[in-house]
Nanobody
């Protein structure tokens, strides 16, 4: 059974930093396609950052230059380093994984971790 467990969320002031972690079990991160998503109250879920085919990273325009996605295969953990946080980054953050990079949909999701940025 695949489980993704996020941690590292919290409350910070604007300009601060947080690192989110997503520990996977029953699923080997390896070269799989995984990503971070977020959803703010009243808004649709949006993709934040991800590892695609061949390990290529992608970022939402709103976080480019501030967020960095990374992974530690030995720890089977995905990370999201978030710097220069803004109040508009406030959201529930989720990690997600595809069964295979060639598939369109992310089918495995964590429970989410809350990030709150105050001005």
């Amino acid at each position: 059974q695949v489980q993704l467990v996020e941690s590292g969320g919290g409350s910070v002031q604007a300009g601060g930093s947080l690192t989110l972690s997503c520990a996977a079990s029953g699923y080997t991160i390896g070269t799989k396609c995984m990503g971070w998503f977020r959803q703010a109250p009243g808004k649709e879920r949006e993709g934040v950052a991800g590892f695609g085919l061949d390990g290529k990273t992608t970022y939402a325009d709103s976080v480019k230059g501030r967020f960095t996605i990374s992974k530690d295969n030995a720890k089977n953990t995905l990370y999201l380093q978030m710097n220069s946080l803004k109040p508009e980054d406030t959201a529930m953050y989720y990690c997600a994984a595809k069964q295979h990079c060639l598939f369109r949909d992310y089918i495995y999701w964590g429970q989410g971790t809350q990030v709150t940025v105050s001005s």
